[in-house]
């Protein structure tokens, strides 16, 4: 278990109850159970405690977690028959972007998401799910093949942002993001999105233009990092806490202000502690908002989509 800045205490418990149990393995006639198992409940407790109250600096660190389901993890097991298609037609493929065909429920979609890696790497190998211009492209090529062939669109949000590298803004950065922006709002078919991880600047937004926003209860979605924020605001990243703090960033912050649609329930301890959980609520929610789309023509999908943005932000203003 890789344990966060705020876990440290949590730490030290269940290290020592591993201790215990790694004492009694290896000697056989040693029966700790019991002082092992009041450390389990001791650590239960302030696991629970830990992540009632959790601050907005402390969501970030949460959705960063190495641990956490990344896109490849849900469509793996959401998604049967699903096959890759690579490319943007114009330059090459982008490892940061995943996309293509699938089945979901055993209807044909077309699923999308970013793609963080897991290790050293395939962490370099997807750019720490830091999209290029070519990936934007390759997402707006998905998506029209989508509206061609009448097949709902999935997208899974995990980018701290978009690459912001010189090749990447030579190639037109971006106008591509700008375009898959567009996209969304265009397409005459069910677009849902789900952000499970962070949903950072215009790189989330070029996916997340959707008929049904969803964010996992732990995640983050927001115009920029708190470190940049601090860095721009404050001339000093360190003030990331103050950051996330003004930006309300959360997924219950952006509930109440009419950003997102619904919150999707983590396990205690956030979704690294409980993959599988995450991964069928994630399920639920995706098929959820699909059958509230479902009979829509496309006029409709396409009308209520641009409408939804228009109307962002005024619940929370109104409040």
């Known amino acids: 278990m890789n344990y966060l800045e705020f876990e440290k205490p949590l730490a030290e418990i269940e290290g020592k109850a591993e201790e215990l149990r790694a004492m009694a393995r290896s000697n056989t006639g040693m029966d700790v159970s019991k002082e092992a198992e009041a450390l389990d409940r001791k650590a239960d407790v302030l696991l629970k405690d830990l992540y009632k109250?959790?601050?907005?600096?402390?969501?970030?660190?949460v959705a960063r977690h190495p641990d956490r389901p990344?896109?490849?993890?849900?469509?793996d097991a959401l998604f049967t028959e699903y096959t890759a298609l690579a490319g943007d037609r114009g330059f090459s493929d982008d490892h940061a972007v995943m996309g293509g065909l699938a089945r979901f429920n055993d209807a044909p979609v077309v699923v999308i998401g970013h793609e963080k890696g897991n290790d050293t790497k395939s962490r370099i190998e997807r750019n720490f799910g830091m999209a290029r211009p070519e990936g934007y492209r390759k997402a707006v090529r998905l998506m029209e093949m989508a509206d061609r062939f009448r097949l709902p669109v999935i997208t899974l949000i995990?980018?701290?942002?978009a690459y912001p590298g010189k090749g990447a803004e030579e190639r037109g950065q971006a106008e591509a993001i700008a375009r898959s922006t567009e996209?969304?709002?265009?397409?005459?078919?069910?677009?849902?999105?789900v952000v499970i991880g962070e949903g950072g600047s215009g790189g989330a937004v070029a996916f997340a233009?959707?008929?049904r926003v969803a964010m996992l209860e732990h995640s983050v979605y927001s115009v920029i990092t708190p470190e940049g924020c601090a860095s721009i605001l404050w001339k000093d990243a360190e003030k990331?806490?103050?950051?996330?703090?003004a930006m309300r960033l959360t997924a219950q912050e952006l509930q109440k202000l009419g950003v997102i649609?619904?919150?999707v329930k983590e396990p205690l301890g956030g979704a690294q502690r409980g993959r599988k959980e995450t991964i069928e609520a994630v399920g639920k929610a995706i098929e959820t908002m699909l059958k509230e789309l479902t009979g829509k023509k496309p006029d409709a999908l396409v009308r209520d989509r641009r409408q939804k943005f228009l109307d962002m932000g005024s619940k929370g203003l109104a409040a």
């Open 209 to 211: 233009t959707a008929n």
């Open 70 to 75: 990344h896109t490849k993890d849900y469509i």
């Open 240 to 245: 990331m806490r103050e950051a996330a703090e």
């Open 53 to 61: 109250s959790l601050t907005p600096w402390q969501k970030c660190q």
């Open 158 to 161: 995990d980018t701290p942002g």
């Open 261 to 263: 649609d619904r919150i």
């Open 183 to 193: 996209k969304c709002l265009q397409i005459g078919v069910p677009l849902v999105s």
